[in-house]
C-alpha cells in the first residue's frame, strides 16, 4: 500500500526509472563507460583538493615558515597533479563521448521504434492522427527522450562524488563536512520545488513543438489548395500563432530555469563563505591546518560546477519525460493480435467470397452492413453506389487494412484474417484513387526498388508499363525510367500518377488486383484501353475494382451495387440498368462526365 502512494506521489521518478531502463537494456555499453567516466571524474576532483592542501601544509607555509624549499616534495606534488590531471583529462573525454554516443544511439532506437509501431499498426490509427504529429513523435520527441539516458552517467557520477566528499570530509574534520554538506539538502529543496513548478511549462513546450510541426507540415503539404485559393496569408498567421505560443511557452520555461540556476550558484557560494569563516576559526584554535581549510574550500567550491549539471539535468527532467511520454503513447498502442497458426493460401487463381461484412467508424457511423457477395477465380467484379455507399471502406477490407468486426472475407477457402501479412501481400496488390508517389524515380516508383537496380532488364517494369498505357510516359522522359517525379508525384499529372500507381501494383504479378477508382483520373479512351487491356492480358488475375464509369461497368463480369453500406443488387451491369436507383445513379455519372 505505502509503495502504490509513493508511485503515485513521485510519477515523474516512475517515468524516469522507465525511460533509464529502456535505455540500460537498449545501449548497456555507452552508460557504463560514461559511469565510469564521471566516476573517475568526480575521484580527480576531490584528489586534487587534497593534492592542493598537501601543497599547502608541506611546500607554501613551510617556506614562508623558514625559508625551507622541500625539493622532493614539489616534485611528488607535482607528479601527483600531473596525475590527476591526466586521469581528470581521460575521465572528461569519456564522458563526452559517451554522452554523445548514448544520445544518438538512443534517439536512433526510439525513432526506429516509433517507425516501426507505426507500420504495424492498423489504418483506423493512421487515419485518427494528423501526419504531423507523428512526425513530431520520430523527431523532437524522440530526441528530447534520449537526453536523460545520455547525461544519466554525469548526474549518476556527480552523487557519487558528493558520497565520497561526504565521506572524505567527515573523517579530516567533521565540523567543516556539516557546513558544507548543508548545501545538498538546501539544493534538493531548491530542485523539489522547482519540480513542481516546471512539469506543466514543460509539458507545454513539447505539445506545442509537436503542434508547429503538424500546422507546418499541413501548410507545406497542402501548398497547390494554399496557393490556389490565395491562403497564404492565412497560413501564415495560423503558423505564427502556433510559434508565437512555442515561443511564449519557452519564455516561461526558461524564466523558471533561470531562476533555478541563480538559485542554485548562490548556495555554493554560500556555503563556501560560511566555510572559510568556520574554517578561519577552526585553524585560529588549532584543530586544523591552513591547507586543509584549502583543500575544503577548493573541493567545494569545485562541486559548484558538478551541482549545475545535476540542477540543469534535473531541471530538463520535466521536457525531457515529456518527450518520452509522447514516444510511449505511440509505442503503447496495441498492436493488432497476431495471427496464430496462420492459413496458407492456395495457389492458383484466387476465388473471393464475402459473407456478411459489416463494419462502422469510431464515432458510430455505419460504413457497411451484412455484405455478401461472391467473386470467381479470374473474374473481374465491379463496385459501384453513390457518395459514401461503402466502396472504398469494403476494398480497405478486401486488401486487409482494415479489421472486420463482423462477417468474413474467404480466399480460396481461407480465411483472409487468418492469413499471413505476407502471404497476402504476396498475392494481393490495389492501386487507389489518390496514389501516392515516393520522391524518387519512375522505375523506383514502379518497382520500389531504392538500391539502384535497372529497370530496363526487368522485364516486370516493362510488362507492368504497357498493361497501366505507362509506356509512352516513361519513354517520352529525357531521362527515362530514371526520370525523377518529385514530391508525392508532382512533376506528373494526375492521370500519370494514376498510371504509374496502378503500374506498381501490376509489377507484383498479383492473383488479386483491387483497383479504387484508380483510373478516374485518365481520359476516357485511356481508362477503356486499360481495362481492355486488364481483362485480356490479366486472365488468371481475379480483379475488384470499384468505379462509376459505364463503360467500365459493362466490362465487368458481375456488378456489386452499394446503397448506404447495404448491397442493393448484384449482376451483370446491363441487368442492373432496370433498378431504378442503379439507373439514375449511372446517368447522373454520365451526365457529369459528358459535362466535364
Do not use: C
Not at 556527480?158 to 565521506?167: D, R
Not at 486487409?400 to 468486426?405: A, D, K, T
Not at 509506356?471 to 504509374?500: A, F
Not at 467500365?552 to 432496370?578: E, I, S
Amino acid at each position: 500500500m505505502a509503495e502504490r502512494t509513493a508511485v503515485r506521489r513521485f510519477p515523474q521518478v516512475r517515468r524516469a526509472r522507465t525511460l533509464l531502463l529502456d535505455a540500460l537494456r537498449a545501449h548497456p555499453g555507452p552508460v557504463i563507460w560514461g559511469l565510469v567516466g564521471s566516476l573517475l571524474y568526480g575521484t580527480s576532483l576531490v584528489a586534487w583538493s587534497v593534492a592542493l592542501g598537501e601543497l599547502v601544509n608541506h611546500v607554501v607555509i613551510p617556506r614562508f615558515d623558514d625559508g625551507r624549499i622541500a625539493v622532493g616534495t614539489i616534485v611528488a606534488v607535482l607528479l601527483a597533479v600531473a596525475a590527476i590531471g591526466v586521469m581528470q583529462g581521460a575521465a572528461g573525454l569519456l564522458r563526452r563521448w559517451t554522452l554523445v554516443v548514448t544520445r544518438a544511439r538512443f534517439d536512433a532506437t526510439l525513432r526506429d521504434a516509433v517507425v516501426r509501431h507505426y507500420h504495424r499498426l492498423p489504418m483506423t490509427f493512421h487515419q485518427a492522427r494528423p501526419t504531423g504529429q507523428k512526425l513530431a513523435h520520430v523527431t523532437t520527441d524522440a530526441e528530447a527522450a534520449a537526453e536523460l539516458p545520455a547525461r544519466l552517467p554525469d548526474v549518476l557520477g556527480m552523487f557519487v562524488l558528493f558520497l565520497v566528499t561526504a565521506g572524505w570530509a567527515m573523517v579530516v574534520d567533521p565540523v567543516l563536512a556539516l557546513v558544507g554538506g548543508a548545501m545538498i539538502p538546501a539544493l534538493l529543496l531548491v530542485n523539489s520545488v522547482y519540480q513542481k513548478q516546471v512539469e506543466a511549462p514543460a509539458r507545454a513546450v513539447q505539445e506545442r513543438l509537436g503542434r508547429v510541426t503538424e500546422v507546418a507540415h499541413e501548410s507545406f503539404d497542402g501548398a497547390a489548395l494554399v496557393k490556389t485559393l490565395g491562403r497564404e496569408h492565412v497560413e501564415r498567421d495560423r503558423f505564427a500563432a502556433e510559434a508565437a505560443a512555442l515561443r511564449d511557452a519557452k519564455i516561461k520555461l526558461a524564466l523558471r530555469d533561470w531562476l533555478l540556476d541563480s538559485l542554485i550558484e548562490s548556495i555554493p557560494s554560500a556555503t563556501s563563505l560560511a566555510m572559510v569563516v568556520v574554517g578561519a576559526l577552526r585553524v585560529n584554535s588549532g584543530d586544523i591546518t591552513i591547507g586543509t581549510l584549502v583543500s575544503f574550500v577548493n573541493v567545494f567550491a569545485l562541486l559548484v560546477v558538478p551541482v549545475r549539471t545535476v540542477g540543469t539535468v534535473l531541471g530538463d527532467v520535466p521536457r525531457m519525460l515529456a518527450g518520452y511520454a509522447r514516444v510511449r503513447s505511440v509505442l503503447d498502442e496495441p498492436l493488432p493480435a497476431a495471427t496464430a497458426d496462420p492459413e496458407p493460401l492456395p495457389d492458383g487463381p484466387l476465388d473471393v467470397q464475402v459473407r456478411g461484412l459489416s463494419y462502422s467508424y469510431p464515432g458510430g457511423s455505419t460504413a457497411l452492413s451484412d455484405v455478401t457477395f461472391h467473386v470467381p477465380p479470374g473474374a473481374t467484379v465491379a463496385i459501384t453506389g453513390g457518395t459514401g455507399s461503402g466502396k472504398t471502406t469494403l476494398l480497405l477490407a478486401l486488401a486487409g487494412l482494415l479489421p472486420m468486426p463482423g462477417g468474413t472475407v474467404l480466399v480460396n477457402g481461407a480465411d483472409l484474417s487468418r492469413i499471413s501479412a505476407a502471404d497476402r501481400a504476396a498475392a494481393v496488390a490495389a492501386a487507389f484513387q489518390e496514389p501516392f508517389l515516393f520522391a524518387a524515380s519512375l522505375a523506383e516508383n514502379v518497382l520500389l526498388d531504392f538500391d539502384g537496380a535497372r529497370a530496363a532488364d526487368d522485364p516486370r517494369f516493362h510488362e507492368a508499363l504497357r498493361l497501366a498505357r505507362a509506356s509512352g510516359l516513361v519513354d517520352s522522359r529525357p531521362e527515362g525510367p530514371d526520370t525523377p517525379v518529385g514530391e508525392r508525384g508532382v512533376t506528373l499529372s494526375g492521370g500519370e500518377r494514376q498510371r504509374i500507381a496502378l503500374a506498381r501494383a501490376l509489377a507484383r504479378r498479383p492473383r488479386l488486383l483491387l483497383l479504387d477508382e484508380a483510373t478516374s483520373a485518365v481520359d476516357a479512351t485511356t481508362r477503356q484501353e486499360i481495362m481492355s487491356g486488364l481483362t485480356d492480358g490479366l486472365t488468371s488475375t481475379t480483379t475488384i475494382v470499384v468505379t462509376t464509369s459505364a463503360a467500365t461497368l459493362a466490362l465487368a463480369d458481375t456488378v456489386v451495387y452499394l446503397d448506404q453500406g447495404r448491397v442493393a443488387g448484384v449482376g451483370p451491369h446491363a441487368d442492373l440498368v432496370r433498378l431504378d436507383g442503379y439507373d439514375r445513379l449511372i446517368r447522373a455519372y454520365e451526365r457529369e462526365q459528358v459535362q466535364a
